[in-house]
């Protein structure tokens, strides 16, 4: 398997995860910090198994990890994860950000003009 | 065109609960100005295309429901075209164009204008093929992946190393 394969097929799996709810809603629980799983189950109001089952898929999609205190098993994203599909949004991005660099120093043009 | 410094500055949220593409950025001129940017075609012309060229053709008819067409040079096959819904100065610019709302909104914080540009799509599905349009990269297998984002999550680049 290539590298250009194995990235993709890792992308697959993190958007194959995102396509649900419930784990997009945990992903946003933990980007304010790690979680167990007893701190997941309250605000979903799920069992203990379905939060377990959600987690298993983010984990496998590489997009949370375990964190340090093997006893809790707290949760917590995976930085690299999330940047894989910060990088798929930066075309879309750097096609603002040079329209908006672009307004920055028409601006900036005006203005000496003025003068 | 060699990258600017200032091309971190700008801050892109996705909000796929409310199926908006939200972008920030402050620019050191007053509200007024940058309004003017946005509605006079003379100056659209000279910053909307991304590749830093002056459009073909830029159109404003500046009235609610009056119509708005910009036309690159590198792309004329794709015009992003419009009405206008709302005309604010110096504040809030409305409009409406290819199926999503645009806003732009414009506020002055400590001598400097903070610019937020919204697109707001009429469901997360047409917010997908939104990001999709106009984005010509070798990873379109992936890109029909995409089914969704963590609600609310900002993306902000890298800096270039």
Redesign the interface.
């Known amino acids: 398997m290539t590298m250009q394969d194995r990235h993709s097929e890792r992308l697959s799996s993190a958007f194959y995860a995102l396509s649900d709810p419930t784990r997009r809603a945990i992903l946003a629980r933990l980007t304010s910090g790690e979680a167990s799983v007893s701190q997941l189950m309250e605000p979903f109001h799920l069992s203990q198994p379905t939060i377990s089952k959600h987690l298993k898929v983010l984990e496998n999609a590489g997009l949370i990890e375990g964190g340090r205190d093997a006893q809790r098993r707290p949760r917590r994203l995976a930085p690299h994860a999330m940047k894989d599909i910060a990088d798929w949004i930066e075309p879309f991005r750097q096609q603002w950000a040079a329209r908006f660099d672009n307004l920055d120093a028409h601006l900036a043009n005006m203005k000496s003009q003025e003068k | 065109?060699p990258a600017?410094s200032?091309?971190?500055?700008?801050n892109?949220e996705?909000d796929?609960g409310a199926h908006t593409i939200r972008?920030a950025?402050a620019?050191?001129?007053p509200r007024a100005?940058?309004f003017a940017?946005w509605t006079q075609p003379e100056?659209v012309s000279?910053?909307?295309?991304?590749?830093?060229e002056p459009l073909a053709t830029c159109e404003i008819d500046l009235r609610p429901g009056g119509a708005f067409k910009f036309i690159t040079k590198g792309r004329p096959e794709m015009p992003f075209a419009g009405t206008y819904s709302e005309i604010a100065p110096p504040d809030r610019l409305v409009f409406e164009a290819m199926g999503s709302t645009g806003r732009v909104m414009l506020q002055e914080v400590a001598g400097k204008t903070h610019?937020v540009?919204e697109i707001a799509c009429q469901s997360a599905e047409h917010l997908d093929q939104y990001?999709k349009m106009?984005?010509?990269?070798g990873?379109s297998?992936?890109?029909d992946?995409?089914?969704?984002?963590?609600?609310?999550?900002s993306?902000t680049?890298?800096e270039p190393a």
Request: glycine share 6%.
């Open positions: 065109m600017q200032h091309s971190a500055e700008t892109l996705i796929r972008m950025r620019f050191d001129a100005a940058i940017a100056q000279c910053w909307w295309d991304a590749a830093g610019m540009v990001l106009g984005v010509h990269t990873t297998q992936t890109l992946n995409l089914v969704a984002y963590a609600r609310g999550r993306i680049a890298d």
